[in-house]
C-alpha cells in the first residue's frame, strides 16, 4: 500500500465576517459547520482528525483546542500572517460555553492552559493566545477560568494559565520605564480574587511565583520581591525564561548592591559568581548571557569525571576531602579526572598544590575551552548552563559538597 503524502493545508479567500457572525450565534453548534467551512484537517499534527463527522454532539474542549491550533498553523502559509484572528478569538471563546460541569473542570482546564503555555505537540514553534490580538479573548477566558475554579474549589490547571501570564508581561521589557509601568496584561480578576487564589494554589505555587505577581502592579515590584525572597524570577520552561531573567536582573541592578545579587544568583540560580570570570556586575551579567547561547549550542560529547575549583573542590580555602576520595575512587575505575576553572587556572593549580592536592590531576585546565560541549559527569556549584556548556542528563553538577 502506497503511503499518502501530507501536504500543506489548502486555504481558501474566505471572507471572515459570516463565519464569525456564525459562530457567535450557533455557539458550539457552529463548530462542525466552521470545520467544514475552512477544510480544517489537523492530520499534520500529533492530534484527531477534525471533520465535521468527527465531532460528536456535544462539541468538547479538546476539539475547541484542536481548531484553534489547526488555524494559528495554518497562519504560517499565507501571506496576511492574522488572517484568521478574528475567527480564532471567536472559536476560542467557545471555552466558556463547553464543559461546564464542575466534575470536568480539571480537563477544561488543562486544554485551556494549552493555549496560553504554547504547548503545541507536533508544532515546532510556540503559538499562544498571549497575543496583542487575542488579549481581550485571553481576558474573558481566564475570567472564566477563574470562577469555575473557585465555584469547583478545585486549583486544576490554573497555576499553568497564570504562569504564562507572569512570563509575557516581563518578557519585552527593555527599559528602566518599561520597570515601572504597570503590567501590560493583568486581568481585574487576578486582583479582587487574590486572595482566594493565592489559598486554592497554595500547593501548585512553586516558590511563591503567583502569589508574587498577585500582589504586585509592576515588574520592578515583582522582580524585587523575588530577589527578597530569594526566588526564582520564573519556575518552569527554563529554555524561554533564563536569558529574560538576566535582561530582568541588568535592568534592576542599579536599585541592588551586587553583593546582593550575587547572593540571589547563589541562592536561586546555583551560580557561583566566581565561576563567571567577569570583572564586575555588568561584565558577570554579560558573559552568563552568552554562555546561555554557547550552551543552547552544545552538542559535542566530552568524556570524563569534570570538577570544578572554587567553592567545590576548595571550601573557605580548604581542600574539600569527601570529594577527593570520590576522585580516587573514580580514577581507580579508569574515568578521565578534568579539574577546571572560570577563574585564572595556574593561580588554582598553585592553590590545589599547596593544599596537598595530587599532581596526577594537575594542572588546573581552563573552562572556557569546554563551551558549546557537553560533559560526562560533573561535580560543581555553579549550573552548566550559565557556564556554557551542559552536562548529560543535567545531573552531576547538583551534587552539592559538604560544608
Known amino acids: ?164 501570564i507572569i512570563r509575557y508581561n516581563l518578557a519585552n521589557i527593555k527599559t528602566k520605564e518599561d520597570l515601572e509601568r504597570r503590567y501590560d496584561f493583568k486581568p481585574a480578576v487576578l486582583t479582587k480574587q487574590k486572595g482566594e487564589l493565592i489559598n486554592l494554589l497554595d500547593k501548585e505555587d512553586d ?61 536561586a540560580y546555583n551560580i557561583n559568581i566566581r565561576d563567571i570570570g567577569g570583572k564586575n556586575l555588568a561584565e558577570d551579567l554579560a558573559i552568563i548571557r552568552k554562555n546561555l547561547e554557547q550552551s543552547e549550542k552544545a552538542s559535542e560529547r566530552v568524556k570524563g569525571l569534570f570538577i570544578d575549583v572554587e567553592g567545590t573542590l576548595v571550601i573557605n580555602g580548604q581542600l574539600n576531602e569527601e570529594l577527593l576520595e570520590r576522585i580516587e575512587e573514580e580514577s581507580k575505575e579508569g574515568k578521565d579526572i578534568i579539574i577546571f576553572t572560570g577563574g585564572d587556572p595556574e593561580e588554582q593549580t598553585e592553590l590545589l598544590r599547596k593544599l596537598g592536592f595530587p599532581e596526577k590531576y594537575l594542572p588546573v585546565k581552563e573552562k572556557k575551552d569546554y563551551k558549546r560541549k557537553v560533559l560526562e559527569t560533573l561535580i560543581d556549584d555553579t549550573d552548566p548552563v550559565y557556564q556554557g556548556f551542559k552536562c548529560v542528563g543535567r545531573s552531576g553538577w547538583r551534587w552539592q559538597p559538604k560544608k
Open 207 to 267: 516558590g511563591g511565583q503567583i502569589e508574587s505577581f498577585l500582589i504586585t502592579s509592576t515588574p520592578k515590584e515583582y522582580i524585587l520581591k523575588r530577589i527578597k525572597c530569594g526566588q526564582k524570577l520564573f519556575y518552569g520552561y527554563p529554555e524561554r525564561t533564563e536569558k529574560i531573567t538576566v535582561e530582568m536582573l541588568n535592568l534592576v541592578k542599579e536599585y541592588l548592591s551586587e553583593d546582593e545579587i550575587n547572593s540571589y544568583l547563589k541562592e
Open 1 to 164: 500500500m502506497k503511503e499518502s503524502k501530507i501536504e500543506k493545508p489548502k486555504v481558501k479567500e474566505e471572507g471572515t465576517k459570516d463565519l464569525v457572525e456564525t459562530i457567535q450565534e450557533r455557539r458550539l453548534d457552529a463548530l462542525p459547520y466552521i470545520v467544514d467551512k475552512l477544510e480544517i484537517d489537523s492530520r499534520r499534527s500529533e492530534f484527531d482528525c477534525i471533520s465535521p463527522e468527527s465531532l460528536p454532539e456535544q462539541v468538547d474542549y479538546s476539539k475547541i483546542e484542536n481548531v484553534v491550533w489547526s488555524l494559528l498553523e495554518r497562519e504560517k502559509y499565507i501571506e496576511k500572517k492574522e488572517k484568521y484572528t478574528e475567527i480564532i478569538n471567536a472559536i476560542a471563546e467557545l471555552y466558556k460555553d463547553a464543559d461546564k460541569n464542575n466534575e470536568k473542570f480539571q480537563g477544561w482546564s488543562h486544554s485551556l492552559c494549552h493555549l496560553f503555555e504554547g504547548y503545541n505537540p507536533g508544532y515546532p514553534h510556540y503559538r499562544s493566545l498571549l497575543e496583542p490580538r487575542f488579549l481581550k479573548t485571553a481576558e474573558k477566558l481566564v475570567n472564566e477560568c477563574i470562577s469555575r475554579g473557585l465555584e469547583a474549589n478545585n486549583a486544576g490547571c490554573m497555576d499553568r494559565v497564570i504562569h504564562p
